[in-house]
C-alpha cells in the first residue's frame, strides 16, 4: 500500500505547479534580441505604477523643478524625436499608447534620468556635464525610454516574484529535511545569495545591455550621431569611483558597455546616415555645488 504523502510533500508540490504555470504562462520575446521575457505583471498595472510614482516625484518637497528655458528647452527637443523614433520602432504599438510627460528635474549634483512605464521621463540637470550635447542626451534618453517600452521593470518584478516562489518551496522543503534549524537557516541564506548574484543580478545587466543597445539604435534613428553614446560612457568611467566587481553590480562595467557600444556602430551607423539630422546644441554649462563630505569609496557617476 502506498504511503500517504505529508501536508508539507503536497504543498512544496503545489508551489513548484504554481512556479511552473506563471513561468511558462508570461513569456514573450524581445522584439530586437530574440531574449525570452518574463512578465507576469499586466502593462496597464505597471502604466499605472509608473504614473503614480512619477506624480510622487513631482509633489516631493525636496524635488525642484527646473524653470529655465536653456534647461527645459533641450530636453523637450531631444525628447520629442526619441519618442516619435520609438513610435517607428518594434515597440510601435507601446509607444503609442504611452501617456508621455517630460520634467526637467534642478539637481545639478545628481547625474540621472529615468524612464518609468507608461512614459514618464525625468532628468537631473546633473546629467547634462556627462552628456555634453543634445546628442549625448539622445544616448541617454533612448537608454531610459528602451527601459520603459521593453517592459524592464515588469519583467524584474517577475523575477522577483518567481524567485520568492522559488525560495518559498525550498524553505518548506529544508525545514523538514533538516533537522538543525541554523543549519536550515544558512542553508536559506546560501540559496538567496546564489538567486540574488547568479539570476537577479546578471538579469538586471542584461536588461541595461538590452537598453544600451536598442537606445542607441532609436538614437540614431531620431537623427543623433550614436558614436556620442561611447564618449558618455568614457566619460562615465572617468568619473565613477568605487564601483563594485561587474559580477556583484546591477549595471554592466563600464569598460564593458564601451566595448559593446563599438561592437554595435556598424549597425547604428547606416540608421543615423540614413535619419533626417537634429540640431546637435550645447546643453547648459553646471556647476555642481560641492558636497559637505566625501561619502566612503567616493562617487559614482549613473544613470538608471
Known amino acids: 500500500m502506498a504511503k500517504p504523502r505529508s501536508s508539507t510533500s503536497i504543498g512544496v508540490s503545489l508551489l513548484w505547479i504554481l512556479f511552473l504555470t506563471v513561468l511558462l504562462g508570461g513569456c514573450q520575446t524581445n522584439p530586437y534580441t530574440n531574449r525570452y521575457q518574463l512578465l507576469l505583471m499586466p502593462s496597464g498595472y505597471m502604466n499605472q505604477m509608473g504614473a503614480a510614482q512619477y506624480g510622487e516625484t513631482l509633489q516631493d518637497p525636496k524635488v525642484v523643478l527646473s524653470k529655465d528655458p536653456r534647461e527645459i528647452e533641450p530636453v523637450k527637443r531631444v525628447a520629442a524625436r526619441i519618442i516619435e523614433a520609438a513610435k517607428r520602432s518594434k515597440y510601435a504599438q507601446a509607444a503609442k499608447s504611452f501617456d508621455w510627460e517630460v520634467t526637467v528635474i534642478k539637481d545639478d549634483n545628481t547625474k540621472n534620468a529615468w524612464a518609468l512605464p507608461g512614459g514618464k521621463i525625468a532628468v537631473y540637470t546633473g546629467i547634462f556635464p556627462m552628456a555634453k550635447t543634445e546628442a549625448g542626451l539622445a544616448a541617454i534618453m533612448g537608454h531610459e525610454v528602451i527601459h520603459a517600452l521593453a517592459e524592464h521593470g515588469g519583467e524584474r518584478m517577475s523575477q522577483g516574484l518567481v524567485a520568492q516562489v522559488g525560495l518559498s518551496a525550498a524553505a518548506i522543503l529544508l525545514s523538514?529535511?533538516?533537522?538543525?534549524?541554523?543549519?536550515?537557516?544558512?542553508?536559506?541564506?546560501?540559496?538567496?545569495?546564489?538567486?540574488?548574484?547568479?539570476?537577479?543580478?546578471?538579469?538586471?545587466?542584461?536588461?541595461?545591455?538590452?537598453?544600451?543597445?536598442?537606445?542607441?539604435?532609436?538614437?540614431?534613428?531620431?537623427?543623433?550621431?550614436?558614436?556620442?553614446?561611447?564618449?558618455?560612457?568614457?566619460?562615465?568611467?572617468?568619473?565613477?569611483?568605487?564601483?563594485?566587481?561587474?559580477?556583484?553590480?546591477?549595471?554592466?562595467?563600464?569598460?564593458?558597455?564601451?566595448?559593446?557600444?563599438?561592437?554595435?556602430?556598424?549597425e547604428a551607423m547606416p540608421i543615423y546616415q540614413r535619419a533626417p539630422k537634429a540640431a546637435n546644441g550645447i546643453l547648459p554649462t553646471i556647476t555642481p555645488s560641492p558636497p559637505p563630505s566625501s561619502p566612503p569609496g567616493g562617487s559614482r557617476a549613473r544613470f538608471r
Open 176 to 266: 523538514t529535511q533538516v533537522d538543525n534549524p541554523a543549519l536550515a537557516q544558512l542553508g536559506m541564506q546560501a540559496m538567496g545569495l546564489g538567486v540574488q548574484a547568479g539570476v537577479l543580478l546578471p538579469f538586471s545587466r542584461k536588461h541595461e545591455s538590452e537598453a544600451d543597445y536598442v537606445g542607441v539604435l532609436l538614437a540614431a534613428d531620431a537623427g543623433y550621431d550614436p558614436q556620442e553614446a561611447i564618449r558618455i560612457w568614457e566619460r562615465m568611467a572617468a568619473a565613477s569611483e568605487g564601483a563594485p566587481p561587474e559580477f556583484l553590480s546591477t549595471h554592466p562595467a563600464n569598460e564593458t558597455r564601451i566595448a559593446d557600444l563599438k561592437g554595435w556602430m556598424p
